[in-house]
């Protein structure tokens, strides 16, 4: 079991659960925490489980109602397709891309900024697929700049991930749109720290990015559980407004 990802431990607890009769179509899962707290897993991996049941048709995930079963397994059903999520996507480039940018700093050139001026252009083309071209380039002329080709491969590697992997591509799929294109003044911090040399900083700005998609990620496939979160949060600051 330490091998086997924790969110494949999640979907085929689900599974057998929803096999046994416990749940059936029409009944409603436990909240997000509860799934949590029962796996031992953290929220991201729930969500990511989540959204690959709901990939094979098995759940529906209703926001601001939770999340339904609405077909029963087939005893088939496979979820060898769903290898890499975007959550941990996200994560594993948080760490090194973060070490890329770092090093980057150091030994950018300046026709490599040059170059991401005019890729920080481009990520606001009304073509979609050209904006993303662009953001792929955008974070490969940083891998570059690190001078190490280890890292370069790295990178690419885990960008190349992201267009093969169904269920990554699932999840950012439903990330475009509102919000996204927060990236474009992030990707111009991130420029902004290289040319300042300081790898402090640059690292700073690209896991500040990350982590403003993989938040993102999570609002946009955000479950009852998260509502629930968020009306208690203004619930207590109402209080303590009050209270003030």
């Excluded at 990554?168 to 003044?185: E, F, S």
């Amino acid at each position: 079991m330490k091998n086997e990802k924790l969110y494949r431990i999640v979907i085929d607890g689900i599974l057998e659960e929803i096999r046994s009769g416990q749940y059936g179509v029409g009944d409603k899962l436990p909240t997000e925490r509860e799934v949590a707290d029962r796996f031992g897993v953290a929220r991201t991996t729930v969500r990511e489980a989540m959204v690959a049941l709901e990939m094979l048709g098995i759940i529906e995930m209703r926001r601001g109602s939770g999340v339904y079963v609405i077909r029963l397994p087939d005893d088939d059903v496979s979820t060898a397709d769903l290898d890499i999520g975007a959550f941990e996507l996200i994560e594993a480039r948080r760490v090194v891309e973060g070490e890329i940018a770092a090093l980057a700093a150091k030994y950018i050139t300046a026709e490599q900024i040059k170059h991401l001026e005019g890729l920080l252009v481009d990520m606001e083309h009304a073509d979609v697929q050209k904006a993303e071209a662009a953001d792929r380039s955008f974070h490969m002329v940083v891998a570059e700049a690190s001078g190490n080709g280890a890292l370069v491969a790295a990178s690419e590697f885990l960008w190349d991930l992201r267009e093969r992997a169904p269920l990554a591509q699932m999840i950012l799929h439903r990330a475009r749109g509102p919000g996204y294109d927060a990236r474009i003044n992030e990707h111009a911090r991130i420029l902004a720290s290289l040319r300042t040399g300081d790898p402090v900083k640059a690292r700073s700005a690209m896991r500040s990015h990350l982590d403003r998609v993989l938040n993102h990620l999570l609002e946009i496939t955000e479950s009852d559980e998260i509502e629930a979160a968020k009306s208690r949060a203004q619930l207590r600051r109402g209080r303590l407004v009050e209270a003030d």
